[in-house]
């Protein structure tokens, strides 16, 4: 059974920081590219940052760039978002999602074939 958790979510106040993880199981976590995404009440799901399997590059949107750390740890199959810097724009419920691809990630959120179930972060002003 193939399995995404999240973890570390948990309320802060604006300028605090986060490190939420994702551990996975059930698929050849070395294979695929790992994603994070959220959702805010009442807006749509966007992309957050992604990080491939091949070379561990990374891709961050542009609103989280310089803020936020996408990293995997193959060993230990986990996927983490750490979050700088947090806004209370930043407050959304976040997901990890994994996408079977040996290229280079991207933020289509259609691309990833495995989502968790979400951790709620919510920043205080």
């Known amino acids: 059974e193939v399995q995404l958790v999240e973890s570390g979510g948990g309320l802060v106040q604006a300028g605090g920081s986060l490190r939420l993880s994702c551990a996975a199981s059930g698929f050849t976590f070395d294979d695929y590219a790992l994603g994070w995404f959220r959702q805010a009440p009442g807006k749509d799901r966007e992309g957050v940052s992604c990080?491939?399997?091949?070379?561990?590059?990374?891709y961050y949107a542009d609103s989280v760039k310089g803020r936020f750390t996408i990293s995997r740890d193959n060993s230990k199959k986990t996927v983490y978002l750490q979050m700088n810097r947090l806004k209370p724009e930043d407050t959304a419920v976040y997901y990890c999602?994994?996408?079977?691809?040996?290229?280079?990630?991207?933020?289509?959120?259609?691309?990833?074939?495995?989502w968790g179930q979400g951790t709620q972060v919510t920043v205080s002003s």
């Open positions: 990080i491939s399997s091949s070379d561990g590059s990374t």
């Open positions: 999602a994994a996408d079977f691809s040996l290229n280079t990630c991207g933020l289509l959120d259609r691309r990833y074939d495995y």
